[in-house]
């Protein structure tokens, strides 16, 4: 069985990116985000965290987390929030999912790849380039024009703070063309 290292830091900032089974465009369907909603406040409430940044997309997503001080459980976190999501969507949307052999011994639906990519963010520069990531990858997979126009995105709520233009990454900034091999 593969050991994967990751990095656990108490109150650390982390960027993830977080995929459906086979890349199935499931996630933005008006059910899917509800339960998706549904499943966060559920375990924000029960192991709370910072949201930085975040973006929905058809087949996965790709968030930034602050942990609390004395906390850097974040897989507890995804493991509950695809947990739930995933009950819930079996039980409302598709009861007679797919699933391999690996997936129905471990009791689980084809819903999610069981694994997540997460990135440490040590620095500011460390911090920048995702945060313009994130709320450009509806642009980068050609979904909208400008970012502003991805209704699912924290780049509104960034727009509102003055941290962006409106008009902000209709094209892309350079830095974020280092990270395309990364992250997803």
Known sequence: MARYRRSYIPGGTFFFTVVTYNRKPILVTEFSRQYLKDAW???????????????????????????????????IRWRGIKGLFSRQYQRHINPKIQSTESYKKKREAA??????????????????CPVDYIHCNPVKHGFVRNPIDWPWSTFHRYTKMGIYEKDWGVCEPLHLKEMETTGE
């Open 111 to 128: 819903i999610w790849q069981r694994r997540f990519w997460e990135h440490t963010i040590f620095s500011q520069d460390d911090f920048n």
């Open 41 to 75: 406040n559920t375990i924000t409430q029960k192991y709370p965290f910072d949201l930085v940044a975040c973006c929905l997309m058809p087949n996965h997503l790709h968030c930034i987390w602050t942990m609390p001080e004395n906390d850097f459980d974040y897989s």
